[in-house]
């Protein structure tokens, strides 16, 4: 695990971003947007379908976050990592009630999802 600067996880934590998730396929890349939630040098995500079967056969993935002002970009941070698939009931209905109330959405939204804790490997952030 690395440490992600100070100024990038503030970045990370600041307002409920869309992220992009990208998995590997048959040696190709799958990207996604993710909704995500960062803390303690860790991304929680809640996924199913394509993206968490590519997690579950290759668990190295990108996530990228962008910041934009009328199309201008303000910031970006991207992470590499690697992902681990929670199959806990309890830890992925916790997870994805914070993540919801990033994004306010409803608590149960999305119950039907599962936990992928992304451990990051190394950190890129730039401002504008």
């Known amino acids: 695990m690395t440490t992600v600067p ?3 996880a503030r ?3 600041s307002a409920p971003l869309m992220a992009h998730l990208a ?5 190709r890349p799958h990207v ?5 939630r960062y803390a303690d040098e860790t991304v929680a995500v ?9 997690i579950r056969r ?7 976050v962008q910041q934009d002002e009328a199309g201008q970009t303000e910031w970006m941070v991207t992470l590499l990592g690697t992902a681990e698939v929670v199959d806990d009931a309890d830890e992925t209905a916790a997870a994805r009630r914070r993540i919801n109330e990033k ?5 149960d ?5 599962t936990l992928v804790r992304i451990d990051i490997g190394s950190a890129t952030y730039r401002t504008y």
């Open 6 to 8: 100070p100024t990038a």
């Open 11 to 13: 970045l990370l934590e």
């Open 23 to 27: 998995t590997s396929v048959d040696g």
């Open 32 to 36: 996604a947007p993710v909704w995500y």
């Open 46 to 54: 809640v996924t199913t379908g394509r993206k968490l079967a590519n």
């Open 58 to 64: 290759n668990p190295r993935v990108a996530l990228s």
């Open 103 to 107: 994004y306010h959405a409803d608590p």
């Open 109 to 113: 939204a999305h119950a039907d999802n």
